[in-house]
């Protein structure tokens, strides 16, 4: 079976598009929001609509109906990235996010997500500004500036360069994750499957699929379910469903559930979920 959301992949070059009338009424015809008000959304109002032109760093696929409340990735000018993800199908986010960012099926995404994603140098003598210079970023604060100057001024070495995000990736974020308000992520690392991150979490390893974890940094609390439900639930790909397919099943007891959707597939009574899809910036090239 193939997997319900496909990765990202970065663009040769950033690719900048113009936000117009039609851009925003084929987020609407595909069910994807980016305004918390259902009348914004209807006519075609929300974050995206207030921008003049948007630009891609990464090829990213968006699936209906999800929603992406935060508006623009960039809490400061040197992480600048994206606005929009991966995102499957009845997912949604309180929070910005960051376009190298994977999130699966039926996630939801509270307010103040945050990730580590500017590091210093700890093996170094220092960790200041003032002897490394960022790599891969679009933009950094005067104080770079003004350290150049004088580096120039007095005719010192350039600054060394340093990756703030240590070769890694934004993580990746399975189906059927919560995540509460005000969580950490480090880089790199995965969100498995059926996860719950409590508020305020400071998440710097990988969570298996269908635990909780909470603190600061996070640790395991438990688990959701027993290994054997787990593992029925993983082997099933529910999440391959549509929730109009699954809404008549007991999503409330998961053991009968897993029979019921385990019997409807046997008898070939379900079909695998086909969500209205977007590739950007792909399917916005000559829409105008």
């Known amino acids: 079976m193939k997997p319900a959301v496909i990765a990202s992949s970065k663009l040769p070059f950033p690719l900048t598009v113009a ?89 939801s995404i509270g307010k103040g997500l945050r990730f580590l994603d500017f590091a210093h140098p700890t093996d170094w003598v220092s960790t200041s500004v003032a002897f ?16 150049e100057r004088e580096l120039a001024a007095n005719a010192a070495p350039s600054r060394r360069v340093f990756d703030p995000r ?57 688990m959701r379910f027993s290994e054997k439900v787990i593992q029925r639930l993983l082997k099933s790909h529910w999440w391959e469903y549509s929730f109009a397919d699954l809404q008549a099943m007991n999503m409330q007891a998961p053991i009968e559930f897993l029979g019921q959707l385990e019997a409807t597939i046997a008898n070939h009574e379900i079909d695998v979920w086909q969500p209205r899809t977007l590739t950007f910036p792909d399917d916005l090239i000559g829409k105008d």
């Open 19 to 107: 936000v117009t009338p039609a851009w925003l009424e084929k987020l609407r015809e595909v069910g994807i929001s980016t305004d918390s008000s259902i009348e914004n959304h209807d006519g075609n109002g929300g974050w995206l609509s207030k921008l003049s032109e948007y630009t891609f760093g990464r090829r990213i696929v968006v699936e209906g109906p999800c929603a992406f409340h935060g508006g623009l990735y960039g809490p400061n000018p040197w992480t600048a990235e994206g606005g929009f993800c991966t995102m499957g199908a009845a997912s949604y986010s309180h929070s910005s996010l960051p376009e190298g960012l994977s999130v699966g099926r039926y996630c």
């Open 132 to 147: 490394f210079q960022p790599s891969g970023v679009k933009a950094t604060t005067s104080i770079h500036s003004l350290i």
């Open 166 to 222: 240590l070769g890694k990736t934004y993580p990746t974020i399975g189906h059927d994750v919560w995540i509460g308000e005000n969580v950490v992520l480090s880089m790199g690392i995965s969100v498995g499957t059926g996860a719950i991150l409590a508020s305020n979490a400071v998440v710097t390893r990988d969570v298996p699929p269908y635990t909780i974890v909470a603190g600061v940094p996070a640790k395991v609390q438990r």
